[in-house]
């Protein structure tokens, strides 16, 4: 099938790879020509494990181009992709300035027959919004089919969660779209639920509602778990052994971040006042999850007697999850901002999210080149992100750059075991008895 997508970013990226990869023949079009540039040349303009040998197989193929523009890139498509942003206005609304933006620009190519996807999380009844739009900028004799396709990647493992989804959501009033779209993505054998727009529109949000609530259960459940002498990792492993309840999301830390579950939990927000709908749940997750994203600040106020004024405090990780170099809402903003408002000198380092970071948190920290030069002769360590080359952090080597070993772990990365075979250390995880 020859299909266009509009948007070149997470998801529209993966998509674009993914499709190609499985035979389509796919155009990806953005508006950022700085994108499309790199994108031309085999370059990801995103860290993603595996996108830029899925990126030269594709080109290389001739199944996979990137354009600026429309014209081009929607010429002789079947079926269009939206996947542009939708980001959060001031209020917690989804902002669909860019949707709509991208529905004009498709109105003028659309031929008759072409079926609009939209794979952005949209607020239920967008899809409705976009057609209009659609129909009042396109040309007279033609009509739009609409499918609401959700998205569920995660950043980080975008490329196998789109070939190995677990399910793929497909909302239309229209039988014949639905099916197509269906055929799409046929050859990667995921179970398809065929549904309402406005129920799969409603499924994004509900999803993700539902993980962040976990989340931000378990961490009130780790707060309670300190307070008692439990263990939340003993205590979130004997919870998800019931197969009710699952394993999945219930590891206890400092908070969920990112570019999807705090907007969309906001957004969800917004339409349950929009509708008048009582729904407490969601305001107390976005509660807990704001205490927890400072918990590791005020554990180290508590330590320090207050005073952070002057103490060096390495901060390991930027972004808001590992493997991924995407800062849009990563805990690591908000535990700079309060360590700089106690006077603490922060030197931060992260693998790969250094540049991301520098133009959200800016200069009022310090990045460092390596995780030694982060750890060197500081008071305390956060561990904010748990990447793999931290986890494996030589605890010994602690004891041998700091003048006494004070870690205050965000993400539970460390056993209990080596911790205790290292002398002279104070340990604060989250949830767990600490170790002094
Ligand atoms: P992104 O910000 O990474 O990318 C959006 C892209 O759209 C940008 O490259 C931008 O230049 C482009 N764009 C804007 N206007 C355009 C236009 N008129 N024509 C063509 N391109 C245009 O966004 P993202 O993270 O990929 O998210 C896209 C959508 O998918 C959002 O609604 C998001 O909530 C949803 N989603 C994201 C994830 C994720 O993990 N990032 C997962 C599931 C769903």
Not at 3 to 13: E, F, H, R
Not at 70 to 95: K, M, N, W, Y
Not at 141 to 166: H, I, W, Y
Request: contains cysteine.
């Amino acid at each position: 099938m020859k299909v266009a997508i509009l948007g070149t970013g997470y998801v529209g990226l993966s998509t674009g790879v993914s499709l190609s990869e499985i035979g389509h023949h796919v155009c990806c079009i953005d508006v950022d020509e700085g994108k499309i540039s790199l994108l031309q040349q085999g370059i990801s303009p995103i860290y993603e494990p595996g996108m830029e040998e899925f990126l030269a197989r594709n080109i290389a193929a001739g199944k996979l181009r990137f354009t600026t523009s429309h014209r081009e890139g929607l010429a002789g498509a079947e079926i269009v992709i939206l996947a542009v942003g939708t980001p959060q206005r001031d209020d917690g609304s989804a902002d669909l300035t860019y949707l709509e933006e991208a529905a004009k620009d498709l109105a003028a190519h659309l031929i008759q027959g072409t079926i609009v996807v939209i794979k952005s999380t949209v607020p239920v009844g967008t899809n409705d919004e976009i057609r209009k739009i659609i129909e009042t900028n396109c040309h007279e004799d033609v009509s739009v089919e609409m499918v609401a396709n959700p998205e569920f990647l995660r950043q980080g493992s975008a490329l196998k969660d789109t070939l190995e989804a677990d399910r793929i959501i497909i909302g239309s009033e229209n039988q014949q779209a639905a099916s197509k779209v269906k055929e799409m993505y046929s050859p990667l054998k995921v179970p398809c639920m065929m549904t309402s727009i406005r129920s799969a529109e409603m499924i994004k949000y509900a999803s993700n509602a539902f993980l962040a609530t976990k989340i931000s259960f378990i961490n009130a459940v780790a707060n309670l778990c300190e307070a008692v002498g439990a263990d939340v990792t003993d205590v979130a492993k004997g919870m998800g052994m019931d197969k009710r309840i699952g394993n999945h999301f219930l590891q206890a830390g400092i908070g969920y971040g990112g570019s999807c579950f705090p907007k969309d939990v906001k957004a969800l927000w917004h339409t349950t006042r929009k509708h008048d709908v009582d729904f407490g749940v969601l305001a107390e997750t976005m509660r807990v999850n704001d205490e927890q994203q400072v918990l590791l600040v005020k554990k180290a106020l508590k330590r320090f007697d207050g005073h952070l004024s002057g103490k060096k405090i390495a901060l390991l990780g930027l972004s808001f999850k590992p493997d991924t170099d995407d800062m849009r809402e990563a805990p690591s903003i908000k535990i700079s901002q309060e360590l700089n408002k106690h006077g603490a000198q922060v030197v931060a380092y992260d693998p790969v999210a250094t540049s991301n970071a520098k133009r959200v948190i800016g200069e009022k920290i310090t990045y460092a080149d390596n995780l030694l030069e982060a750890i060197t002769d500081a008071d305390a360590v956060f561990v904010v992100t748990e990447w793999q080359e931290i986890k494996q952090l030589d605890i010994a080597l602690l004891g041998k750059v700091m003048k006494k070993v004070i870690v205050f772990d965000g993400r539970n990365c460390f056993d209990e075991e080596k911790i205790h075979s290292c002398k002279n250390i104070e340990y604060y995880p989250i949830g767990r008895p600490a170790i002094i």
